[in-house]
């Protein structure tokens, strides 16, 4: 990009931190808005292995880097790194946007506003409802906060691959924010059918089916599936995995990740520059650049 051209002392830095981190277009979406806003900033990837992360965290506060967004498999595991958490983040027991004030490292989770826009249009449906979220990562957490908080959902059923971690994302929201009604499934898709077929919304919250691995999915079984559902996948890249078009087959409704990636971008921008994106048109550039 031309703009790049002009970095110098007093450009800052902002960036993504994660492993791997080579399927991100975070990238792409924040320097096309600098580059659109004018702003002296630049945003760069980071491919930080788990071992590294407590030193990585200390040289970005030390080289007053002004923030970064937190990708897999860091979401949980930064928190205990940082000076200062929000009260959302906190209760989610994850980040994904950091803030460096004054060598202060900030916090927040913008993740819930994205998950909560891509699923408002069917707020209604999912009051009450059964719901089934597949993974017990950061975004995971994110997704429960929402379904929990935003959209009164009466049961969650948690599948993932390790019990443990499962049970221990149960136990975490019991305590944290009080909801009882969780249940876990071990991510075995043929004893599942029935479980993903009562669920009125069924989210994909793992990497299974992201590029280049465009063959994996959570669930292989059309049968899954049934027209009466809202599939939401996260994964972004491609548009629609695997994962959504076993479900676009049995006539689900799906929903793409897009939305809720540079919704949750915007707001990191926000954080960091106190400007707004042009979400539209960023989405529009993405979708252009993912088909």
């Known amino acids: ?3 790049l051209e002009n970095i110098d002392h007093s450009t800052k830095i902002v960036g993504i931190i994660g492993h791997p981190i080579k399927q991100s277009h975070s990238p792409h979406m924040h320097n ?5 806003q004018d702003l002296n900033y630049v945003y760069l990837p980071f491919d930080v292995p788990t071992s590294n992360l407590k030193d990585s965290l200390k040289a970005m506060s030390t080289l007053g880097i002004r923030g970064f967004n ?5 979401k949980e595991k930064i928190i205990q790194f940082l000076d200062h958490v929000s009260e959302e983040a906190s209760s989610i027991g994850a980040v994904n946007t950091i803030v460096n004030e004054g060598s202060q490292l900030f916090g927040y989770n913008t993740d819930v506003q994205g998950i909560i826009e891509s699923l408002n ?12 979220v597949i993974g017990a990562g950061g975004a995971a957490r994110a997704v429960l906060y929402a379904l929990i908080r935003h959209f009164k959902v009466e049961k969650i059923n948690i599948i993932n691959r390790t019990e443990e971690r ?3 994302i149960k136990d975490y929201f019991k305590d944290k924010m009080h909801f009882e009604n969780i249940s876990t499934f071990e991510l075995m898709p043929k004893e599942n059918i029935s479980v993903y077929k009562t669920s009125k919304l069924i989210v994909n919250t793992t990497s299974l089916g992201m ?4 063959d994996d999915s959570p669930t292989d079984l ?6 009466s559902q809202i599939v939401f996948d996260l994964i972004y890249n491609p548009l629609k995995t695997t994962f959504l078009e076993l479900a676009e ?4 409704t799906t929903v793409n990740g897009l939305k809720m990636f540079i919704v949750q971008g915007a707001k990191s921008f926000e954080l960091w520059t106190g400007n707004s994106m042009d979400v539209d048109y960023i989405h529009d550039e993405l979708t252009k650049t993912l088909k």
């Open 121 to 132: 249009p069917y707020k209604d449906d999912l009051l009450k409802s059964t719901v089934s």
């Open 32 to 36: 096309l808005t600098f580059q659109m």
């Open 249 to 252: 087959k049995r006539g689900a």
């Open 70 to 74: 937190v990708t897999i498999p860091h």
């Open 211 to 214: 590029f280049p691995n465009l």
């Open 166 to 168: 499962s049970e221990a």
């Open 1 to 3: 990009m031309k703009y």
């Open 222 to 227: 059309e049968k899954s599936f049934n027209s």
